[in-house]
């Protein structure tokens, strides 16, 4: 019987076939074969114990995507949630992710939640910064209820991995687009000013028929193993139209004389923000090679 794996908790796979969810282990040559099951996968299972919906994955089906971090599979785009406030906003994570994303080609959706506690030009700032980089920007309120519609066109039709740092709203907005599984809601620590983590595994949700949503664990860092100090460039797209005016061809837009992106980044053309955490990570890259 053929299903997809919804939930994968301490070696067992929840897998979704026929309308009901099997029990399953996967079999032994699997490691053997370095094939590791993940969640979103399409699986066929032998079915051990009908009445206790027991069964083994006997094999996985080819893969259209996988992401690492989260480990998932079979996703058509991501969806990263971030707040405005409370917790602040850390926007090199928010560039990790979009470059972990970009290096799997999906297509991102940024949401910005908690837009009840902006002001205006905290709005502008993010929009200015991250239109501009290729993904789809979103601003939301969980609490106000506003945006979950423009989130549940986004989605529909589509297997959606979620993700994003403790305490932004991520539950919430799951809670609101169905009702099939409740995600529990963390609260703020007072002391850190960061959410503690509700989800402790990856889960297939379903929330319209062919939409799915992936709720991954939230993450506090993305280390960026697959890039490098000539390639980190690359990933920030608003670059590529002001680096025809670089003097050098393999301009690395960070010293060089005669930059055109240094240029566009006093001028406004270029957002400031996204340029100093390109600084940032480019240093990150480059001390990274040393060893």
């Given at each position: 019987?053929?299903?997809?794996?919804?939930?994968?908790?301490g070696?067992?796979?929840?897998?979704?076939?026929?309308?009901?969810?099997?029990?399953?282990?996967?079999?032994?040559?699997?490691?053997?074969?370095?094939?590791?099951?993940?969640?979103?996968?399409?699986?066929?299972?032998?079915?051990?114990?009908?009445?206790?919906?027991?069964?083994?994955?006997?094999?996985?089906?080819?893969?259209?995507?996988?992401?690492?971090?989260?480990?998932?599979?079979?996703?058509?785009?991501?969806?990263?949630?971030?707040?405005?406030?409370r917790?602040?906003?850390?926007?090199n994570?928010?560039?990790?992710?979009?470059?972990?994303?970009?290096?799997?080609?999906?297509?991102?959706?940024?949401?910005?939640?908690?837009?009840?506690?902006?002001?205006?030009?905290?709005?502008?700032e993010?929009?200015?910064?991250?239109?501009?980089?290729?993904?789809?920007?979103?601003?939301?309120?969980?609490?106000?209820?506003?945006?979950?519609?423009?989130?549940?066109?986004?989605?529909?039709?589509?297997?959606?991995?979620?993700?994003?740092?403790?305490?932004?709203?991520?539950?919430?907005?799951?809670n609101?687009?169905?009702?099939?599984?409740?995600m529990?809601t963390?609260?703020?620590?007072?002391?850190?000013?960061?959410g503690?983590?509700?989800?402790?595994?990856?889960?297939?949700?379903?929330?319209?028929?062919?939409?799915?949503?992936?709720?991954?664990?939230?993450?506090?860092?993305?280390?960026?193993?697959?890039?490098?100090?000539?390639?980190?460039?690359?990933?920030?797209?608003?670059?590529?139209?002001?680096?025809?005016?670089?003097?050098?061809?393999?301009?690395?837009?960070?010293?060089?004389?005669?930059?055109?992106?240094?240029?566009?980044?006093?001028?406004?053309?270029?957002?400031r923000?996204?340029?100093?955490n390109?600084l940032?990570?480019?240093?990150?890259?480059k001390?990274?090679?040393?060893?």
């Amino acid at each position: 019987m053929q299903g997809k794996i919804i939930r994968g908790i301490g070696g067992f796979y929840y897998i979704n076939a026929g309308n009901s969810i099997y029990e399953c282990k996967a079999k032994g040559s699997f490691r053997k074969d370095g094939i590791r099951p993940l969640v979103g996968d399409d699986c066929i299972i032998d079915i051990l114990d009908e009445k206790n919906r027991l069964a083994n994955i006997t094999s996985i089906l080819p893969r259209h995507s996988e992401i690492i971090r989260p480990a998932v599979a079979n996703v058509d785009q991501a969806m990263i949630i971030f707040a405005i406030s409370r917790p602040e906003p850390n926007f090199n994570l928010l560039d990790r992710f979009i470059i972990q994303i970009s290096q799997k080609d999906l297509p991102c959706i940024i949401v910005i939640n908690k837009m009840d506690l902006a002001d205006d030009d905290q709005r502008r700032e993010i929009e200015e910064a991250y239109v501009a980089c290729g993904c789809r920007v979103v601003f939301t309120s969980v609490s106000n209820r506003e945006g979950v519609e423009e989130i549940r066109k986004l989605i529909k039709g589509k297997t959606t991995t979620v993700a994003g740092p403790s305490g932004v709203g991520k539950s919430s907005m799951i809670n609101l687009l169905q009702s099939a599984v409740k995600m529990q809601t963390g609260v703020l620590s007072d002391k850190i000013d960061r959410g503690k983590h509700t989800t402790r595994h990856s889960e297939l949700i379903p929330i319209d028929e062919d939409t799915y949503i992936l709720d991954t664990p939230g993450f506090s860092s993305l280390n960026l193993f697959d890039v490098s100090t000539d390639t980190l460039k690359d990933y920030y797209y608003e670059f590529e139209d002001y680096a025809a005016e670089c003097r050098f061809l393999d301009c690395k837009h960070i010293s060089e004389p005669d930059c055109g992106v240094k240029k566009a980044v006093e001028s406004g053309e270029v957002s400031r923000l996204r340029y100093e955490n390109y600084l940032t990570l480019y240093r990150e890259c480059k001390e990274k090679r040393k060893y």
